[in-house]
């Protein structure tokens, strides 16, 4: 019986070069069902990675599974195959609100924030103006 892999779950994979890594699920559970791969990103244990911009701190406790803080690094998405991920290796998942953390994370990362949108939107405009004002100009 395969395992589901669900969003939001902190796994221990190896990687090809045989070191073992930790990573956070973000892909959505759809994706995860029907997909031969998962889309990923990675943890560390390097707490002064915390500082980095797009990283989130993940507790160690029961729950994720993790026996020390972690810091995950959303400026390092990436896909693995989903023949890494079992209930061998599942370490724990993220509660709610570390859930929500995740989300927001994702958004600023990909740039799918509100903010982030009216600032396209402005540029856009602005773009399309000033091509106007050079076809006037000519």
């Not at 892999?5 to 995860?32: M, P, T």
């Not at 997909?35 to 994720?64: H, Q």
Request: proline share 1%; with cysteine.
């Amino acid at each position: 019986m395969k395992t589901s892999v669900r969003r939001g779950e902190i796994y221990n994979c190896q990687l090809a070069n045989g070191a073992e890594q930790k990573f956070l699920v973000i892909q959505n559970d759809i994706g995860n069902k029907y997909c031969e791969s998962l889309i990923v990103v990675p943890l560390t244990k390097n707490m002064r990675s915390r500082r980095l911009l797009f990283s989130l701190v993940i507790e160690g406790n029961a729950i994720s599974g993790l026996d020390q803080d972690h810091v995950a690094l959303f400026f390092h998405i990436r896909t693995l195959n989903k023949d890494r991920f079992g209930r061998h290796n599942r370490l724990g998942w993220l509660d709610y609100h570390a859930l929500q953390c995740m989300d927001a994370m994702l958004e600023l990362s990909l740039g799918l924030s509100t903010l982030q949108r009216l600032e396209t939107r402005f540029n856009h405009v602005r773009r399309a103006s000033d091509a106007r004002g050079r076809e006037i100009a000519r």
